[in-house]
């Protein structure tokens, strides 16, 4: 390992700083004269924005403050690599630019769109006979990458959601009148974090009382009889609802009601599910309702991660240098596990092409069969992510996070 | 002191327990016989919905507990009084009720309409002679009521909005794009909260970079012109924006766009500011635009709750105890701020009729010249408010907070 070069891609996560740590701890190890940083992902290496971390990353307080900081110390962007048969121009201007910063080893931290950088970067490098290796690291809140047992980001986001719905019950429980409130919880089309609310659960706390995902069907006329029969038991009613649901045919909820915005990479984005369902339930019960939506805060809140989330973010960005120095490319490293009780994983790696664009939802069979909550099976594969509490630096009552100003791009 | 009596009344905050942890530790301490608790405040004296909390919290262990839990263990109600003269049979009620459980003394944790409760309540004691202390213990996230420096919740609340507005900071600045975040802050009229977002400015981030208090008067053009001119010197702005803030004719923003809900004491339900201004610079700029609302999490996020509001909360519940010893009545406990740096005050008591129904807004010399902003004294002010974390107890990744059981009433 001569020079390394690292990005991260995609939306954020409180985990991916971890493991950019984790890179940067162990290519400090290995001596490696550069450990260069792209800003905004593989943009940063066409604009020539790039940081060399071996400068700025000094000691084990400085890599431990970054490990514990939210959302993308590098920066982000959603560029989707066009395929090596149609521009390869742009091929040649980033492998030109690895020949002149000398790089060996390229890391990206990402989701399913990074991995496919990272797929079509080590095709295009067999193809010209690179010796780079390109490693791909996960993260996502949406736990929806193929080949994982899961990803770094998503125990940390599950127990802000589960923690925060456990709030969310005690608020809603004190007044003594019919209600319904309505939680709208991150995931296009895995359910994977509004099951995790499911772990909000205690011996005297049964929120969410109900919970919508959208590897099964939505039907309006199901929702409404499912919270008829519940107020038969209780009166303050808590819902747990992706903001991906569709109808039997296909449609998102909320594919109707607003312009069909898109990203980068074709996906529609979605808002606003808790209001269209928040109507829905006030024409029909006549009772307080009310619809919250956790926003950013399910993936930027480095204030409630999961210390389990960020060790391991932090352990996978080490074992992807491991993996490199070892020779390995065309790979993303993921977690097998061995056991739920003791929770055991070991760090494996698995051809990215396996991987890139490969969506993994929830398996049916973990799905309770009035597709209104979970099984146990899924409680127990979650549970064990969201264990321990990150210790923060707090200055002036607030975090202490790293700072970013490098990413306020003035010239914009 | 033979029997106390307590209830919660208005909305949540996670501080609202601690004071009543304050008044059950000192009221243990004095050996008082039974110490009542109502469910869902004066409703609950009326429905005969009352718990021995003597029998209940045996422990200091227990205590601590209820001191560290978020909303309301007795429950709450929106419930106003009658004055006497037009409703006396409820008085007699409630009055016969206190006579059959021998109390001596009364205590109400609330906001402003909680004191105009206590208020009532003593002057019809007065009337009809009756021995028993009322006093009035403050809690409000809004920071609102009259005569205190400040109140017990809003420490919490501040904290938990800075926090959060720090990590949506670090998720803003991913992108390398112009984009807009509005923050939508809990506020009707008045602004603290929505001021305490600038508690998350650090050394080298500047949000929020626009703060609008329903203090002053809101311009749309203004505010257009404040975004316009920012974005000459940087790509991501955040604004802080109270759900109140209001046109210079008094109409609030979000009046005209909705029907006009009204809680029991009459004020108009407000939401959707942060989605009106959403639209609002939607069409006037072509950029990435977001709307968060805080929502609930604000009032009930003790997972970032304030050391100092905890332990001061729990102190002022103590305190209003030994001034009913002492044979105070109609009163509310205040706080007194004796200095900022340090951070010193005092617990004192004052008439209750000079509260209750007051309303204390952000004095105007602590908003800056161009109404979008504050100035160094208000942040002065709240810095030491939001100072040290609570140390909470987790179980299964959650935190283990105390059994509410009581409060689901299948009954209704």
Known sequence: MKN?????????????????????????????????GMINGIKGLLDNTILDLNNIFKNEEDIDRLKKSPAMYLGSCRYKLPTPNTDSGIYNAIFDKFKELEITDFFYIGGNDSMDTVDKLSKYANKIGSKIHFIGIPKTIDNDLAATDHTPGFGSAAKYVAGSMLEIAFDSSIYKLKSITIVEIMGRNAGWLTAASALAKTNFSSAPDLIYLPEVPFDKNKFLNDIQKLFKKKHSIIIAVSEGIKTKDGHYLDQDCKSTNKDA?????????????????MQKFNCKVRSIELNVLQRCAMHMASKTDIEEAFEIGQQAVISAKNGESAIMMIFKRISNKPYLTEIQSENIENIANAERGIPIDWINEDHNGIKKELYNYMLPLIQGEVELKYKNGIPSYINISHLNHSEI
């Open 265 to 281: 990479f074709g996906h529609i984005i979605h808002s606003g599910t808790g209001k269209i369902l928040e109507q829905l339930v």
């Open 4 to 36: 390394c070069i690292i990005g991260q891609s995609g939306g954020p996560t409180v985990a991916i700083n971890a493991s950019l740590a984790g890179v940067l701890s162990k290519c400090k190890e290995y001596n490696c004269a550069h450990i260069y």
